[in-house]
């Protein structure tokens, strides 16, 4: 089985400063890995993925995760962020084949401040 | 890119009753969608998967009896709510697995989320 933490609840930073948000994930078999972000009242939406590969993925609003297996980690990264980047973020595991389920962290709520 | 169509967004029922929720493929064929339930400032917790044509799998815990799904075809997967109580108040989350994707389990849609209040 899988399981996903995401110790931080609530990172707040100022705005054009860089963020970090930490993932820990603890699995027996290879995974994928996610994260997700969701805007108030409204679904998730995908915003990069680890498969295989590169262990830094990138999205193309600015968002990075680096894959560290030794470390079992999946952190989010943004050198500066933007106010608009305040929503909550999701890291996520699945199986890499099997039963294509996947197991969310509890989330890290981003406030940007002004 | 693919987008999975969620009604209603808000709903306020009564005790008792039944509360539908739809999830659509608009424009892909979802071989498998799951279904989610969010408590406020919580993550999501996957109650059950359903496939075309065949039952869903439901989660451990989760009351097969009381959250009825349905994936009648490769478009449509629908939950249902019965006899609802305000315990069931949550905000529920769909998402589709694209025919397309093959053996691949990555990737997947999402609705936009479902607001149950039941009072």
């Not at chain 1, 680890?50 to 968002?63: A, D, E, P």
């Not at chain 1, 294509?100 to 981003?110: A, E, P, Q, W």
């Not at chain 2, 919580?42 to 044509?53: F, R, V, W």
């Amino acid at each position: 089985a899988q399981s996903v933490t995401q110790l931080d609840s609530q990172v707040p930073v100022f705005e054009e400063a860089p963020v970090e948000l930490r993932c820990n994930y603890s699995s027996s078999v290879s995974v994928y890995l996610f994260w997700y972000v969701q805007y108030p009242n409204q679904g998730l939406q995908l915003l990069l993925k680890y498969l295989s590969g590169s262990t830094l993925v990138k999205s193309i609003n600015g968002f990075e995760a680096e894959f560290n297996k030794s470390q079992t980690s999946f952190h989010l990264r943004k050198p500066s962020v933007h106010i608009s980047d305040t929503a909550e973020y999701f890291c996520a595991v699945s199986e890499a084949s099997g039963t294509y389920k996947y197991i969310f962290g509890t989330g890290t709520r981003l406030k940007v401040l002004a | 890119g693919a987008v999975v169509s969620q009604h209603p967004s808000r709903v306020i029922c009564k005790s008792g009753t039944s509360v539908k929720i739809e999830c659509r493929s608009l424009d892909f064929q979802a071989t498998t969608m799951f279904w989610y339930r969010q408590f406020p400032k919580q993550s999501l917790m996957l109650m059950a998967t359903s496939n075309e044509g065949s039952k869903a799998t439901y989660e451990q815990g989760v009351e097969k009896d009381k959250f009825l799904i349905n994936h009648a075809s490769l478009t449509l997967s629908t939950l249902t709510v019965t006899s609802a109580h305000p315990e069931d108040s949550s905000f529920y989350i769909c998402s589709a697995r694209d025919r397309r994707q093959g053996a691949s389990n990555y990737g997947y849609t999402f609705g936009s989320g479902t607001r149950l209040t039941v009072v």
